[in-house]
């Protein structure tokens, strides 16, 4: 799903579909509400991928002379490196050395090492309506994600009838979160 499909699948679970209507690039009032879904499904993307499923990547980084390479050499923001690789393709030693370092102790100066790793995607936007989740909906349904912006949306509205609908999308958010499962594979996908 797009970002767009995302807050018209939020807007229905809302009945907010009026409000958020169909002009884009959103203004006003349906800016508004479609800034609150946005913040919504990104609370949900990332607790998705802190705890249970995170996109992962691969990306060759340059050793420096202390033999590290920094988190902000990589691509994409990091939640941990899980194997690094050396030019001839052997698993190598590396460790985190403290929170801005990765040292790779048996690997000379300048060498290029292989760094693959989890990451957390970047944040969804109003403004960005074609993005699609960085996981795929094998992994994780994204209609989850609408859920829990519903729900999130619904709870800050406030009255009666809204907070009995925000616990109907609180418990399908619970119950498909607890279906995700950890990733424990450290399979890659071809990102080259």
């Given at each position: 799903?797009?970002?767009?499909q995302m807050?018209n699948?939020?807007?229905?679970?809302?009945?907010?579909?009026?409000?958020l209507?169909?002009?884009?690039?959103?203004?006003g009032?349906?800016?508004t509400?479609?800034n609150?879904?946005?913040?919504?499904?990104?609370?949900?993307k990332?607790?998705i991928c802190?705890e249970?499923?995170?996109p992962?990547?691969?990306?060759s980084?340059?050793?420096d002379?202390?033999?590290?390479?920094q988190?902000a050499?990589?691509?994409?923001?990091l939640l941990?490196?899980y194997?690094?690789?050396?030019?001839d393709g052997?698993?190598?030693?590396?460790?985190q050395?403290?929170?801005?370092?990765?040292e790779?102790?048996?690997e000379e100066?300048g060498?290029t090492?292989?760094?693959?790793?989890?990451?957390?995607p970047?944040d969804f936007?109003?403004s960005s309506?074609t993005?699609e989740?960085s996981?795929?909906?094998?992994?994780?349904?994204?209609?989850?994600l609408?859920y829990?912006?519903?729900?999130?949306?619904?709870?800050l509205e406030g009255?009666?009838?809204?907070?009995g609908?925000?616990?109907?999308?609180?418990?399908?958010w619970n119950?498909?979160?607890?279906?995700?499962?950890?990733?424990?594979s450290?399979q890659?996908?071809?990102?080259?």
């Amino acid at each position: 799903m797009t970002v767009l499909q995302m807050l018209n699948e939020t807007a229905t679970y809302t009945d907010t579909t009026n409000e958020l209507g169909t002009t884009t690039p959103y203004t006003g009032a349906a800016l508004t509400l479609a800034n609150k879904f946005v913040s919504g499904l990104n609370y949900a993307k990332n607790k998705i991928c802190r705890e249970r499923y995170a996109p992962d990547y691969r990306q060759s980084v340059t050793l420096d002379s202390d033999l590290r390479f920094q988190p902000a050499d990589l691509t994409y923001t990091l939640l941990y490196v899980y194997k690094v690789l050396n030019s001839d393709g052997d698993e190598i030693t590396c460790k985190q050395f403290d929170y801005n370092n990765y040292e790779c102790p048996y690997e000379e100066s300048g060498a290029t090492v292989t760094v693959y790793y989890k990451y957390l995607p970047s944040d969804f936007s109003s403004s960005s309506l074609t993005t699609e989740p960085s996981f795929a909906e094998k992994h994780v349904d994204h209609k989850l994600l609408c859920y829990y912006a519903a729900y999130q949306y619904l709870l800050l509205e406030g009255d009666t009838i809204s907070l009995g609908k925000s616990s109907y999308w609180l418990n399908l958010w619970n119950d498909g979160f607890n279906t995700v499962l950890t990733d424990t594979s450290v399979q890659v996908d071809e990102y080259w």
